[in-house]
Nanobody, 121 residues
C-alpha cells in the first residue's frame, strides 16, 4: 500500500507561482514514477507532468515552459514548480505513483487526495 499526500496549493494571482509537493510513504519511492494530474470543475482529470524513477521528465503541452518537476528521494517527495500561472490553471491537482511514467491515468495505481489551486485574474 502507498500513501500520497499533496500540499502547497492555494490562492494566487495570475502570473504568480506555486510549488506543489507530493509526499509518499509505504513504497520504495525511488523505484517508481510519480505523475501529476489536474481536474477542473466538470472536466476530466488531465495529465500535467511526470518524473520517472531515473529522473526523466515530461510535461503537458498546455503547461510546457511553465513547469518544473523534480524529486528528492531522500525525502520521498516530488515537487511541481508552477510559474506564470493563469486563471485556467485553476483545478484540483493530484499526484499518483506508477511503475513507469505515463500520460495515461490508468497506468497509475495509487493517488493522493488532491490539493486545490486557484488562480485569480
Amino acid at each position: 500500500q502507498v500513501q500520497l499526500v499533496e500540499s502547497g496549493g492555494g490562492l494566487v494571482q495570475a502570473g504568480g507561482s506555486l510549488r506543489l509537493s507530493c509526499a509518499a510513504s509505504g513504497r520504495t519511492f525511488s523505484s517508481y514514477a510519480v505523475g501529476w494530474f489536474r481536474q477542473r470543475p466538470g472536466e476530466e482529470r488531465d495529465f500535467v507532468s511526470f518524473i520517472s524513477s531515473s529522473g526523466i521528465t515530461h510535461y503537458a503541452d498546455s503547461m510546457k515552459g511553465r513547469l518544473t518537476i523534480s524529486r528528492d528521494n531522500a525525502k520521498n517527495t516530488v515537487y511541481l514548480q508552477m510559474n506564470s500561472l493563469k486563471p485556467e490553471d485553476t483545478a484540483v491537482y493530484y499526484c499518483a505513483s506508477a511503475r513507469v511514467g505515463s500520460t495515461v491515468k490508468r497506468v497509475y495505481d495509487f493517488w493522493g487526495q488532491g490539493t486545490q489551486v486557484t488562480v485569480s485574474s
